[in-house]
């Protein structure tokens, strides 16, 4: 996450900032320019090409902070939801906030990888108040049960499934990995790549799921898999994998922005998961641990998921050049 700074008085901002908490400027996020902008008190802001852009119009809904281009309208992020909540569904309607705002942290990462975030990408982000809800990707729609943005809920959840990492943005960043393998892995080089690391997908996923849920992670999972559920099928091994991409490259990006370490000088991602990300994930794990909390990055990497990781790695760059 990029380390912004108010632009009227130079305060320090958090992303989410729809008000300097200094000097009382509002606040809107361009994407064009990748920084929070000031807006005047109608919520206009005039970008260096002239252009007015005014502030999405779900602020009040979804705090969505980030600028529309036509007044009354809603933000590109905002366009990607499909479906939401309805305005009697309270409960879903509380849950939609964090999962918004999930939502607009996993865009501003893949803005910065270069990946093309539009159609046929879109989101479904449903209440399971009253109906079941599946979390997955199908066809470029990604589900997300927004009962997970429920602290109580996710932990719970999160115990049950003996998971040592649950969040929002977790379930994004997996879910976008289905989306991209989607996208992404189709030629035969590539596919072949694809099945070489993680397997063949076109195992049968339902029979994998029945196995998964009734036998658990095979024994000894540690040595090639980065999470229990990894093991399920080859189409979880990438998604879990990819996320984990972003976790790494996200953290580390605001490590450096934040001057907690210096700007990597490396030629591949696994130097940098060796070099850079072992290191610092440990000392923000025992800083973790100093406050009581548990460890930031709850994950041992074994040397086949370093391989798997600069596949995504790799793909990302091929997709992307
Ligand atoms: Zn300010
Ligand atoms: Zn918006
Ligand atoms: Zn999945």
Redesign the pocket.
Known sequence: MNAFR??????E?FFENSV??????PLGYSRVEHDIV?VDVAGRYVDPDGFIWHVCRNLNISGCTWLARFEGGQCESCDLTRVRPNDADLEGLGNFVPAERAKRQLIVELDRLGLVVGPPLCFDLLSSTNQSVTTGHDSGVITIDLAEGDDAYREKVRGKMDEPYRTMLGHFRHEIGHYYQWQLVVSPDETSRFRALFGDETADYQEAIDRHYAEGAPAGWQDSFISQYATMHPHEDFAETWAHHLHIRDTIDTAVRFGLIDDPDVDSFRQLVIEVWMPLSTALNIVNRSMGKDDLYPFVIPAPVLDKLDYVAGLVERATA
Request: hydrophobic fraction near 20%; glycine fraction near 14%; proline fraction near 7%.
């Open positions: 108010c632009r009227v008085c130079g305060s901002l300097c908490v200094s000097c009382g400027t000031p």
